[in-house]
């Protein structure tokens, strides 16, 4: 069973940066894509960034293009996201994901991951 261990979150100020990590237990990390989704109190869940199993395409949700950067450590089965220029409207639970069809590109939707961390909050404040 894979397990996603997210690290990271924290109260910031609007502007500043927070850096999210995601270790993953498996061994077979690099051949799967991986992605970012969060979910704010009251609303659903929604993608945030995706990135492919190589690392060499990604993707980011309209929202937070320009500020917000994933990445992968494949050696280290990490997967991060740099998140800059925070703004309130940032705050949620933030959650990563894995897909378990390997060799695959960017995915968007959650439907399209099959394994979820338990989540680590980010809040922003004004």
């Known amino acids: 069973q894979v397990q996603l261990v997210e690290s990271g979150g924290g109260l910031v100020q609007s502007g500043g940066s927070l850096k999210l990590s995601c270790e993953a237990s498996e061994r077979t990390f690099s051949s799967f894509p991986m992605g970012w989704f969060r979910q704010a109190p009251g609303k659903e869940r929604e993608f945030v960034a995706g990135?492919?199993?190589?690392?060499?395409?990604?993707d980011y949700a309209d929202s937070v293009k320009g500020r917000f950067t994933i990445s992968r450590d494949n050696a280290k089965k990490t997967t991060y996201l740099q998140m800059d220029s925070l703004k309130p409207e940032d705050t949620a639970v933030y959650y990563c994901?894995?897909?378990?069809?390997?060799?695959?590109?960017?995915?968007?939707?959650?439907?399209?991951?099959?394994?979820w961390g338990q989540g680590t909050q980010v809040t922003v404040s004004s």
């Open positions: 990135i492919s199993w190589s690392g060499s395409n990604t």
């Open positions: 994901a894995e897909s378990s069809v390997p060799w695959g590109n960017v995915k968007r939707e959650d439907y399209d991951y099959d394994y």
